[in-house]
């Protein structure tokens, strides 16, 4: 199936690709590793949220990274792909056809995917990415993070995750999370795997050390999730 976006035309990815991730997600030709985040399609209501997107941004292309996104030009998600664009960075955006008529895409990209549902873009998302951040966001934003723990919960991936708690914004999610294994729901060191980093800088020096990891993730036990 194949779709056209201001006269260019995109095949679009669908959970039937997913057991052939390999040719729906041509990593050759990119020069670094990519960095999933997650994060809002708002900007939120301090300018805060956009300020750490874009040093988030800027940070990861300054060393050596690139960005894996939601693909969308709003928001904070618009904001972090500009910066990895603007600092000479490879970008990757992945967006369910559905979802254009909400977010417009990106159209300075490296490469941008289509895809025929949610659960498909997660898994291309998943598959490029060597390491997962989250800055805020919203009902999507908390999905995703939680998803991918998840995977890594069942052995799916073995790629590090971090909450990257601008302003005290996942306070409270830390504090439920903490709660969580307290009362019997969540093993101690599942909780451990997700990383809490106050700072930008934070972050980074802690991608330096792990973003490399070329671990496959198990995409058929994904895909076979939808069902």
Not at 114 to 126: C, E, F
Request: some cysteine.
């Amino acid at each position: 199936m194949q779709m056209k976006i201001n006269n260019d035309t995109y095949e679009v990815i669908t959970s039937q690709d997913i057991t052939n991730i390999e040719k729906a997600v041509d990593k050759s030709s990119l020069t670094m590793p990519l960095v999933a985040v997650y994060c809002g399609s708002r900007l939120g209501n301090h300018e805060v949220y956009e300020q750490a997107a874009r040093e988030l941004g800027l940070a990861l292309a300054k060393n050596g990274m690139g960005l894996v996104y939601g693909g969308a030009s709003i928001g904070l998600m618009g904001a972090v792909a500009d910066e990895v664009v603007n600092g000479g960075a490879q970008a990757v955006g992945v967006i369910p056809t559905f979802m254009l008529k909400h977010e417009i895409a990106h159209n300075q990209l490296t490469r941008l995917h289509l895809t025929d549902t949610m659960h498909t873009r997660k898994t291309v998302m998943a598959e490029y990415a060597d390491a997962f951040i989250t800055l805020p966001g919203g009902l999507g934003t908390l999905e995703e993070i939680m998803e991918i723990a998840t995977w890594r919960q069942l052995y799916q991936h073995e790629k590090p995750m971090i909450i990257l708690n601008i302003n005290g914004f996942y306070d409270r999610m830390i504090e439920h999370l903490a709660y969580t294994a307290e009362q019997g729901f969540m093993k101690q060191e599942d909780l451990a795997r997700l990383v809490v980093c106050n700072t930008i800088g934070e972050a980074i020096e802690m991608l330096k050390t792990v973003v490399t990891i070329d671990d496959a993730v198990d995409t058929e036990k994904m895909a076979g999730s939808e069902s």
